[in-house]
């Protein structure tokens, strides 16, 4: 690994993953992944995270005042 390039790039593997590197950015940033434990093992990370991050509004517990509303109707129209 390239110590100089790995300062120089570093900040720019989370610039690359989230899509927003120039093209010659994303071209350096390919290379030195593909040569650099410490940086490959941090994008795979911020991969992961990323991931997970985007799939939490996916698993929303279900909403309490739907709950409370529901049991309420059904208490009501049980009264009827
Ligand atoms: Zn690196």
Same mark, same amino acid.
């Given at each position: 690994?390239?110590?100089?390039?790995?300062?120089? !790039?570093?900040?720019?593997?989370?610039?690359?993953?989230?899509?927003?590197?120039?093209?010659? !950015?994303? #071209?350096? #940033?390919?290379?030195? !992944?593909?040569?650099?434990?410490?940086?490959?093992?941090?994008?795979?990370? !911020?991969?992961?995270? /990323?991931?997970?991050?985007?799939?939490?509004?996916?698993?929303?517990?279900?909403?309490?005042?739907?709950?409370?509303?529901?049991?309420?109707?059904?208490?009501?129209?049980? /009264?009827?």
């Amino acid at each position: 690994m390239n110590t100089r390039e790995h300062r120089a !790039l570093y900040r720019g593997v989370e610039t690359y993953l989230d899509g927003e590197a120039d093209p010659s !950015l994303a #071209v350096s #940033v390919r290379r030195h !992944l593909a040569a650099c434990w410490a940086c490959s093992e941090d994008a795979e990370w !911020l991969v992961l995270i /990323k991931a997970a991050l985007g799939r939490i509004g996916e698993r929303r517990p279900p909403d309490l005042a739907v709950a409370r509303l529901a049991r309420y109707a059904s208490t009501v129209s049980d /009264k009827r």
